[in-house]
């Protein structure tokens, strides 16, 4: 935004344009402001320094602004396209270490990159409109911009509030990930069953934010093998067997209710869950009935 006021408003378009050239930084800012946010940026600054770089090499090019809009709305489509990527491996990981994961919930992740591909499709077609333009013109363009902007970062700032425990789920997946081959002399069934009896008889899928490292603790037994054992005799990860048996436990109350309107969100929260969306999500993905409709059938 500075350059463009600088570029329009006092003269330096004359002799410098190098508004272009930062729709290449757009992508990468975009990719690793989510790979902060999601604990899994691993790469030394040096190396994610290196993203930067078509930047610089293109300074020199500055004056053939449609080549560099070109480029760089393929340099954006590509690195959004690397950071949805990343936000469905980090749901996918999150979901072998935690109870408390829901798809609908880490929603909001995937909105804001929505948000972000919106804003730069827009400065897109501002860029291309630029000398087509009047200054009242751009002067809104600019304004439609600021306010986007902000209005993107604010919804982010409100989202990680409210969310605060985004952890480094990836990282940890990747810790839990067995070998095949090391795992064949094994029997998953007997482990299985010493997790699931574990689990019940303390009844640890009651706790709302319940992880694999907490069975681990409890059962004695390596998250490996836990993950291992639950992936290979229940076919689901973590996250959809603890919800199962949270699950389980609400229809099992609800078949013992006397009351003709039960109160289907405590008997969630008691099971476990920690939301109603949470809550109504996975029971209908289960069952193929809201809770509602469950109990109107029993």
């Known amino acids: 935004m500075a350059t463009n006021f600088a570029e329009e408003a006092l003269g330096v378009r004359s002799y410098l344009l190098i508004t272009p050239v930062f729709t290449l930084a757009t992508g990468p800012l975009v990719y690793f402001l989510f790979k902060n946010l999601l604990h899994a940026n691993q790469h030394k600054q040096e190396r994610r320094l290196v993203h930067f770089l078509p930047v610089l090499l293109a300074l020199p090019f500055t004056e053939y602004t449609q080549l560099m809009i070109a480029f760089g709305t393929v340099s954006q489509l590509i690195y959004f396209a690397f950071t949805v990527q990343l936000v469905g491996l980090y749901q996918r990981a999150s979901a072998e270490i935690r109870a408390d994961v829901n798809t609908r919930d880490l929603q909001w992740i995937r909105t804001t990159v929505v948000m972000f591909v919106i804003f730069a499709l827009v400065d897109l077609v501002r860029l ?171």
Not at 128 to 152: C, E, G, H, P, R
Not at 160 to 185: G, M, R
Not at 271 to 298: C, D, E, H, M, R
Request: glycine share 4%; aromatic share 12%.
């Open 128 to 298: 291309n409109m630029q000398t087509y333009n009047d200054i009242s013109t751009k002067a809104f363009w600019y304004f439609i911009d600021l306010v986007w902007l902000l209005a993107i970062n604010l919804y982010l700032v409100v989202k990680v509030h409210n969310q605060p425990h985004l952890e480094d789920s990836i990282t940890q997946a990747q810790e839990i990930t067995f070998n095949e081959v090391d795992k064949q002399a094994e029997d998953p069934t007997e482990i299985f069953n010493a997790i699931h009896n574990t689990i019940m008889q303390h009844y640890l899928y009651r706790q709302p934010r319940l992880t694999i490292h907490d069975v681990a603790e409890v059962i004695g037994l390596g998250v490996k093998d836990i993950s291992w054992a639950i992936n290979t005799c229940g076919g689901y990860n973590f996250n959809e067997y603890i919800n199962s048996l949270r699950v389980d436990e609400v229809k099992q109350q609800l078949q013992c209710e006397n009351q003709a309107t039960p109160n289907l969100l405590a008997l969630a929260m008691n099971a476990g869950f920690n939301s109603k969306s949470s809550f109504n999500s996975v029971f209908k993905k289960q069952t193929g009935y809201t809770p509602s409709q469950f109990s109107k059938l029993i």
